[in-house]
């Protein structure tokens, strides 16, 4: 399920016409489909019966968007204890949040050991674990890095021997002696974002689970409590949509019934969950022509709101070009235009040479399927604004205020 060009056209016309946004001065809006991400969860929990799922709060950290998350019976994986706040906030129980972090300090965990009994807390390094309290009221875990390339871009590979994010698993014997000696319930991976090899992704984690298989079989006969949890983390591409089906269902093939229920089974998706259920609008502030070359459409978005898109590769963010009254721009002749942000500096592009038909000022371009690490990497470069975030559910037509339009804090 996708957010349709139509669909958005009405979402903007209807905020203009009820005074959620002003025509005049709301020059870009970000809007959050519940259609497509309801779509989402209920996939989500269709295909992984009986695991928990945490939603990486950092692809979307809007309040609103968390509340919901929350609400559908959703846990959340911080990234920070700013993160950890902001699910709690949201009205999270700490059971249902995951905490990883690098670099948790000291007060850090004081602070966890006082305030949310149940959270599962990720330690990154065997170095880590001796900050962690002897009788933590948290359930703590220890990723695991397996060492399997799962096909993420080098941006997003976390599973190279040069990994800053957990234990390699050639670590083995270290490993093993830290469950012995700190008071670990569960193991944790997560091999990096935009996963594309499925079967490499398996591999990592049946090599995780036999890990643990491992060390419950020395446990038992030790008389210490089992480890009980294995949180595989996210990183699922948003495209193609039902690749979390083929995911699953190589899940489910390559691990038994019982090893399924010798532990609780956690997830951490992102972008899987967000991409494609917001969209973001802008004005059309310039469009200016260029001789032998494509044109330059002027956004109110750029490197702000897209900024690793800016700085690495831009997303193909699906482009629909509506009139200045918000109807759908119907014309058929297409050309070129390169579609610049507002930022001073050179490399603020959203999109080169994008097929679109005539672009005028004052027109509005949706960007679909910006749902996810955008919202939440909004950069102070420029000191722009923060467009006001709104909902909207096309099955219904509801439209509906989340956030205003708000200046950075510096
Ligand atoms: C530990 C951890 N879990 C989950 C995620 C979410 O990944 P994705 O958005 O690719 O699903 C990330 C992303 O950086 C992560 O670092």
């Known amino acids: 399920m996708k957010t349709e060009g139509q669909s958005t056209a009405k979402a903007l016309q209807q905020a203009w016409q009820t005074g959620l946004l002003d025509r005049t001065n709301d020059t870009a809006a970000l809007f959050v489909d519940w259609d497509v991400l309801d779509h989402r969860l209920n996939f989500l929990r269709e295909e992984w019966p009986q695991l928990e799922h945490a939603v990486a709060i950092k692809s979307q950290p809007h309040a609103g968007v968390l509340r919901y998350l929350v609400q559908q019976g959703f846990g959340l994986e911080a990234a920070s204890l700013e993160e950890v706040k902001r699910g709690l906030e949201a009205g999270c129980a700490p059971h249902k949040i995951v905490f990883d972090s690098p670099v ?22 065997l170095e880590e674990l001796p900050r962690h309290p002897q009788k933590p009221n948290y359930r703590l875990g220890l990723r695991i890095n397996p060492e399997v390339h799962t096909g993420s871009p080098a941006l997003f590979h976390v599973s190279s021997n040069a990994s800053k994010f957990g234990i390699s698993l050639t670590q083995r014997a270290q490993i093993l002696d830290a469950l012995r000696t700190y008071p670990i319930s569960g193991l944790h ?3 990096g974002s935009q996963i594309t090899d499925l079967p490499a992704q398996i591999k990592a984690i049946r090599l995780v689970l036999e890990l643990a298989q491992e060390a419950n079989a020395e446990r038992q006969q030790l008389g210490l409590a089992l480890l009980d949890w294995i949180d595989i983390g996210g990183g699922l591409p948003a495209s ?15 691990t038994t019934p ?11 998706f992102g972008q899987w969950v967000h991409a494609h259920a917001g969209w973001t609008v802008s004005r059309l502030e310039y469009v200016l022509p260029r001789t032998d070359a494509a044109s ?7 490197a702000d709101l897209f900024l690793r898109d800016a700085y690495t590769a831009p997303r193909p963010f699906p482009l629909v070009p509506l009139n200045a009254d918000g109807t759908p721009n119907a014309n058929t002749q297409l050309q070129p235009y390169d579609i610049a942000g507002p930022l001073c500096f050179a490399g603020d592009y959203v999109a080169r040479k994008a097929q679109l038909p005539e672009l005028h000022e004052g027109d509005w371009l949706v960007l679909l399927e910006t749902g996810a690490n955008a919202y939440g990497l909004w950069s102070r470069h420029c000191s722009r604004t923060i467009p006001a975030v709104l909902g909207h559910r096309p099955s ?10 708000t200046d950075v804090n510096f």
């Open 104 to 125: 948790k300090t000291r007060e850090e965990l004081n602070w966890l050991q006082q305030n949310t009994p149940g959270l599962l807390v990720n330690a990154n390094a």
């Open 189 to 191: 991976l997560h091999s």
């Open 240 to 254: 193609p949509w039902d690749g979390m089906r083929r995911y699953a269902d190589e899940f489910f093939q390559n």
């Open 258 to 268: 019982v090893e399924r229920a010798q532990f609780a089974w956690h997830t951490e």
């Open 296 to 302: 330059v459409a002027y956004l109110h978005v750029g």
């Open 396 to 405: 219904t037509g509801e439209v509906q205020k989340l956030s205003d339009r």
